[in-house]
């Protein structure tokens, strides 16, 4: 009889006929617990959510607004000098968003 086991990491989710497998992926011994599985899925998702929400970034040209999911990506046009500046146009929304149809535009600028 086939028995659903599920990697307490979040990796993988499979039914087989052997008792505690391993995980392919981490090597962790497989449970049949789904919630383990399912918190490391919830957390994961609201990790990426929150990657995703603007930010006031820097780099060596200045502040700037932008996201840091998987990569820094510069969503604003300017730049501004002072956090404070930037702070307070990412409040107010006193900024440009860049065209991604521009030829000088590109993610990870």
């Given at each position: 009889?086939?028995?659903?086991?599920?990697?307490?990491r979040g990796c993988n989710v499979f039914e087989t006929e052997i008792e505690y497998p391993e995980c392919a992926a981490?090597?962790?011994?497989m449970i049949t617990?789904?919630?383990p599985f399912e918190d490391a899925h919830e957390e994961?998702?609201?990790e990426g959510i929150a990657a995703c929400e603007l930010k006031v970034l820097h780099d060596e040209i200045g502040y700037f607004i932008?996201?840091?999911?998987?990569?820094v990506k510069r969503l604003s046009f300017?730049?501004?000098t002072t956090k404070q500046a930037v702070e307070y146009a990412l409040k107010f929304y006193r900024w440009t968003?860049?065209?991604?149809?521009?030829?000088?535009?590109?993610?990870?600028d």
């Open positions: 009889m086939k028995t659903t086991y599920y990697c307490p981490c090597g962790r011994i617990d789904p919630g994961r998702e609201l932008g996201t840091n999911h998987l990569t300017e730049y501004w968003p860049r065209d991604p149809k521009s030829s000088d535009w590109e993610w990870g």
